[in-house]
């Protein structure tokens, strides 16, 4: 079963060629789209070096969004969500696909080893919070956004997702509606984020996309 990626970028022109290449060595991804969420780098040029298909979008319009625009674009039945700053860990992803692909599971979620650098856990207490509450699943990561799902899944997210809170949604609309989702142990890893202000900018928006779709979805707590 085919399996197509999308990989969301935005400045990622350090990491987005080995994230790219290491998609290319796992059997049965035929697609690899890069979307430019309006970077300001040379990241799509690299991306397009290493084979990969891009596309550019002309301002930054966020994860969701630019996630949504590739959707359209692939074919294939499975689809992989990638970060672009796996780097060479990217290629953890088959681990994804197997369960999708044997139907042991509607999506599969990363779970990365364990770090000691980080934040305060508070956005993603509030995710787990917020869909143990709704669904009564429990989920240790939330908002990975390392995901494999069936293609077709992406019409049951009831709103269209902004910035970082894609992976809420999907979440919340797959499991109110029955579907399975199996976290995964990987070895996968990316760039960390610590506690400095340029960190705590990018959870503020977190926390307001993931309150965002929560509140969207209100009538299920």
């Known amino acids: 079963m085919e399996v197509a990626a999308i990989i969301p970028a935005y400045n990622e022109s350090c990491s987005i060629g080995d994230t ?99 934040g305060w856990g508070l956005v993603k207490r509030l995710a787990s919070w917020a869909i143990r509450r709704t669904t009564g699943q429990v989920l240790s990561e939330p908002l990975s956004g390392q995901r494999v799902l069936r293609r077709e899944l992406v019409g049951l997210l009831r709103y269209a997702p902004r910035g970082f809170g894609l992976e809420m949604g999907l979440a919340l609309d797959l499991l109110s509606r029955g579907c399975n989702i199996l976290e995964v142990k990987t070895a996968m890893a990316h760039r960390e984020r610590g506690k400095d202000p340029a960190s705590i900018w990018h959870r503020l928006k977190q926390l307001l996309a993931i309150l965002r779709e929560i509140y969207l979805r209100r009538e299920l707590l």
């Open 20 to 118: 790219v290449r290491a998609l290319k060595n796992i059997p049965g991804v035929t697609d690899i789209l890069v979307v430019d969420d309006g970077s300001k780098d040379n990241t799509a040029a690299i991306a397009c070096r290493e084979g990969a298909r891009v596309l550019r979008l002309p301002i930054n319009r966020g994860k969701g969004y630019a996630v949504c625009r590739g959707w359209q674009m692939v074919t294939a039945p499975l689809v992989a969500l990638v970060d672009a700053d796996l780097g060479c860990s990217a290629q953890e992803i088959w681990r994804l696909v197997e369960p999708v692909r044997g139907r042991e599971a509607d999506m599969a979620v990363a779970v990365f080893p364990r770090c000691r650098r980080g």
